[in-house]
């Protein structure tokens, strides 16, 4: 509870202090009352400055509490939109973690995928090989093409010539057999010759010896 005090009730107190010796008391405490006593007169003025300038702070302290209770009020409603900002907030916490799994998850599948890229560049690489030793050896069964077919050739070559030959050998054996014929049938001409004139000596003798 504040307790309001004027200017004059504390200079009446002021004024109001005994400053007899007390009997009891030693003379160093009654020396500190009366050095104590003209202090205080000496300092009305400062004594009226100070409540001045607790009236000015009493003011000040109004001033306050009215800004107080306006900020009371703007604190509850920071402390709502606190409580709002708090669920947003989770909100947000919740979606980070969810984006926080996925890109767990997107790391982990961009890991899979660069391994994945990996065994395909060793993959690509010994396909390349694959390829290069397959041209190569296109290249020697191309030479082997070309070396067989000029064997082929020459053999198509030779067996042209044996053909020739053989249609050289069919011609004279033709020849052969015409001419062998022929002398067959001169054979019989004259061995049928030989019979006829054997038949006619034979006939002669026959007669002869009739005789």
Same mark, same amino acid.
């Given at each position: 509870?504040?307790?309001?005090?004027?200017?004059?009730?504390?200079?009446?107190?002021?004024? @109001? =202090?005994?400053?007899?010796?007390?009997?009891?008391?030693?003379?160093?405490?009654?020396?500190? #009352?009366?050095?104590?006593?003209?202090?205080?007169?000496?300092?009305?003025?400062?004594?009226?400055?100070?409540?001045?300038?607790?009236? %000015?702070?009493?003011?000040? #302290?109004?001033?306050? %509490?009215?800004?107080? @209770?306006?900020?009371?009020? *703007?604190?509850?409603?920071?402390?709502?939109?606190? #409580?709002?900002?708090?669920?947003?907030?989770?909100?947000?916490?919740?979606?980070? =973690?969810?984006?926080?799994?996925?890109?767990?998850?997107?790391?982990?599948?961009?890991?899979?995928?660069?391994?994945?890229?990996?065994?395909?560049?060793?993959?690509?690489?010994?396909?390349?090989?694959?390829?290069?030793?397959?041209?190569?050896?296109?290249?020697?069964?191309?030479?082997?093409?070309?070396?067989?077919?000029?064997?082929?050739?020459?053999?198509?070559?030779?067996?042209?010539?044996?053909?020739?030959?053989?249609?050289?050998?069919?011609?004279?054996?033709?020849?052969?057999?015409?001419?062998?014929?022929? #002398?067959?049938?001169?054979? *019989?001409?004259?061995?049928?010759?030989?019979?006829?004139?054997?038949?006619?000596?034979?006939?002669?003798?026959?007669?002869?010896?009739?005789?």
């Amino acid at each position: 509870m504040k307790i309001k005090v004027s200017e004059n009730e504390i200079m009446n107190k002021i004024e @109001s =202090i005994n400053l007899k010796e007390v009997k009891d008391a030693s003379s160093y405490m009654n020396n500190y #009352t009366n050095f104590l006593s003209l202090k205080l007169r000496k300092n009305r003025g400062g004594i009226i400055y100070t409540v001045e300038r607790i009236k %000015n702070l009493e003011a000040i #302290t109004k001033k306050l %509490n009215k800004e107080l @209770s306006e900020n009371n009020k *703007e604190l509850k409603k920071l402390e709502k939109s606190i #409580t709002n900002f708090s669920g947003i907030n989770e909100s947000l916490e919740n979606n980070i =973690i969810t984006e926080i799994n996925r890109n767990k998850a997107y790391k982990s599948r961009l890991f899979q995928l660069k391994k994945n890229k990996t065994k395909l560049i060793k993959a690509q690489e010994n396909i390349d090989k694959d390829i290069i030793y397959m041209e190569s050896r296109i290249s020697m069964m191309r030479e082997n093409v070309e070396k067989n077919n000029n064997k082929y050739n020459k053999l198509l070559n030779n067996k042209n010539k044996m053909h020739e030959e053989m249609e050289k050998f069919k011609k004279g054996r033709t020849n052969l057999q015409l001419q062998l014929k022929h #002398t067959r049938k001169n054979h *019989e001409i004259l061995k049928n010759k030989m019979q006829t004139f054997v038949s006619s000596i034979k006939t002669s003798r026959t007669r002869e010896n009739n005789i």
